[in-house]
């Protein structure tokens, strides 16, 4: 058995991992250089016990000036090992798997996923928000009230959320008709009973102002008939995630507004766990749902479940054997 020279919180998970892939007949020793180093990292970013948490995995991918993108891509693989490691042979919680690296030159993006806590201090504060701008967008606290609890509950993308009309908004059936979706692919959402309730609210306290009625989301004003612009919403979210304390961590990292879509995919996915029967149909359903092309797109979100949700995974095995190349393949937001 080797000797090796790890001394962070890490060392000797990372020991047994490497004597792991031994015993399994790999070589795996260029890997070891990238441990090193990882190993090195976890020494100034200590924890107080073994833990593979994404800050601490994505604080050592970030990519350094000059540093070429292949080389991110080398320890994302060897630290997803790690993680996989961590999970299936140390039976650990709470790992985070980092996916595939794309080395072809765009930008990979790992999702925020928002926790139960979270997703509820943003609602309050959103349907608690005063604007400062009454002037300029007479109707925006109404739509801040109203546009994130319809994001969440729906898992609407943010554009499908801004273009939807109110003559696609039926609350006698509880059903949202997107017609203006990605890839034209056109479909229905349901509505809840308690995103009814805070439309019906909105819409009450939005007769206040003086509208287009064409776009559900109106602003107020006369300009683009009323309808909201994309940014417009984000900066309202940046202001919402300040009141509450969640730090946005700069390009690539997030939280992004998009975010809420990939929040409500795995906390569907972790309730649908819960349900007796094949999950990988309920995965159907929700892929029709969300308005994916295919199932596979659904399915991507579970290697984030992974991290959060370990028996949503394990349950998803016992239908099915071809998941596994979920995490090979890494995840992209159609």
């Not at 090796?4 to 490497?18: G, H, P, Q, R």
């Not at 990988?280 to 979100?301: A, C, D, M, P, V």
Request: hydrophobic share 35%; aromatic share 12%; with cysteine.
């Amino acid at each position: 058995m080797m000797k090796y020279n790890f001394t962070s919180f890490m060392a000797n998970v990372i020991e047994d991992f490497i004597d792991y892939k031994h015993s399994c007949g790999l070589k795996y020793y260029s890997e070891v250089n990238i441990l090193e180093q990882f190993d090195r990292h976890c020494l100034q970013n200590k924890r107080e016990v073994i833990n593979l948490d994404r800050e601490l995995v994505m604080s050592f991918l970030e990519k350094r000036e000059n540093e070429r993108i292949t080389n991110v891509a080398n320890k994302a693989t060897v630290i997803r090992g790690l993680g996989k490691y961590l999970i299936n042979v140390k039976k650990m919680d709470n790992v985070f798997l980092v996916p595939t690296i794309s080395t072809r030159g765009q930008e990979t993006y790992i999702p925020y996923v928002f926790n139960k806590k979270e997703i509820s201090k943003i609602l309050y504060h959103s349907r608690n928000y005063i604007s400062h701008t009454p002037n300029v967008l007479p109707n925006i606290r109404n739509i801040v009230s109203c546009t994130f609890t319809m994001l969440y509950c729906t898992g609407m993308r943010n554009s499908e959320v801004i273009n939807l009309k109110l003559k696609d908004v039926d609350f006698e059936k509880n059903l949202i008709y997107i017609n203006e979706a990605k890839n034209d692919n056109k479909r229905i959402v349901t509505i809840s009973e308690s995103l009814k309730k805070e439309c019906l609210r909105y819409l009450e306290e939005s007769k206040k102002y003086s509208l287009s009625n064409i776009y559900f989301f109106d602003t107020g004003i006369d300009k683009n008939q009323g309808r909201l612009h994309e940014d417009i919403l984000y900066r309202y979210f940046r202001e919402l995630l300040k009141k509450c304390e969640i730090s946005h961590k700069g390009r690539g990292v997030g939280p992004r507004l998009h975010d809420l879509r990939h929040s409500f995919c795995v906390h569907s996915l972790k309730q649908l766990s819960g349900l007796e029967g094949d999950i990988n149909s309920y995965i159907y359903h929700l892929s029709i749902f969300l308005g994916h092309k295919s199932i596979y797109e659904t399915q991507k979100y579970l290697w984030l479940t992974s991290e959060l949700f370990e028996d949503t995974l394990s349950k998803t095995e016992e239908y099915t054997s071809f998941i596994t190349t979920i995490f090979e393949e890494g995840y992209t937001d159609e």
